[in-house]
């Protein structure tokens, strides 16, 4: 167990609507990521957040946002989604802003669109 | 953009011997390289991370090297078990952007 939470652990909706998938980050760290995993893209980097401020971002689409609280929890919206949308979203978290601290990866949510 | 190539095909090795997987990146020349595992349908696990100044890292039966030069890191697992059958992904953060390779799968036959 990371100490990364995410929920929901699965979900499935249709094409056009929107979703919110949530993430608390391990204890005393400050950083979150968000990453998209499909079949055939892999791990792909979306969006970082710095002690609720934005701080990297990746082939996020503008579909989609994100935003961390102030008790640094994190949450990733998704709107008006399409079929390839369909993937594994994973949220990491590590204690500080560089690459250089190790990421701690919660089990993932699962988005169906049909 | 960061492009980063590991072993296309997946790998197969015998019980106790050692597995090597090999990590390319272009384009960039990052200050560390990272390696995770990943199991089916779970999140990545971290396992090393290697500095641009170190030419090899250990921790128990694992080993990484990193070639600045040929811009390339090798994974090594020694005595290798069924238990580290899993796909190893290499990472590196380039340019504020964080990167993974598309992993290896490895499978340990008994």
């Known amino acids: 167990d990371s100490g990364v939470t995410q929920t929901p652990k699965h979900l499935i909706t249709a094409t056009g609507q929107r979703v919110t998938l949530r993430c608390s980050p391990r204890?005393?760290?400050?950083?979150v990521y968000w990453y998209q995993q499909s079949l055939d893209q892999g791990l792909q980097f979306l969006i970082q957040?710095?002690?609720?401020?934005?701080?990297a971002k990746g082939n996020i689409l503008e579909r989609f946002s994100a935003q961390q609280f102030p008790d640094l929890h994190s949450e990733l919206n998704l709107s008006s989604l399409e079929l390839g949308d369909s993937a594994l979203y994973f949220c990491?978290?590590?204690?500080?802003?560089?690459?250089?601290?190790?990421?701690?990866f919660g089990p993932g949510t699962r988005l169906t669109v049909t | 953009s960061q492009k980063i190539e590991q072993n296309s095909e997946a790998l197969n090795i015998q019980e106790g011997k050692t597995a090597t997987l090999t990590c390319n990146y272009t384009?960039?020349?990052?200050?560390?390289l990272q390696w995770y595992r990943q199991d089916p349908g779970r999140g990545p696990v971290f396992l090393l991370l290697?500095?641009?100044?170190?030419k090899e890292k250990r921790k128990e039966r694992l080993k990484v090297t990193f070639d600045t030069t040929l811009k390339q890191s090798l994974f090594h697992i020694t005595a290798s078990q069924p238990a580290d059958s899993a796909t190893y992904l290499c990472?590196?953060?380039?340019?504020?952007?964080?990167?993974f390779g598309t992993g290896t799968s490895l499978t340990v036959i008994p």
């Open positions: 990491a978290s590590s204690v500080g802003l560089a690459g250089t601290y190790e990421q701690y």
């Open positions: 204890s005393g760290d400050l950083s």
């Open positions: 957040y710095y002690n609720g401020e934005e701080r």
């Open positions: 384009n960039y020349s990052p200050a560390y």
């Open positions: 290697i500095r641009e100044n170190e």
């Open positions: 990472a590196l953060e380039a340019g504020n952007q964080f990167y």
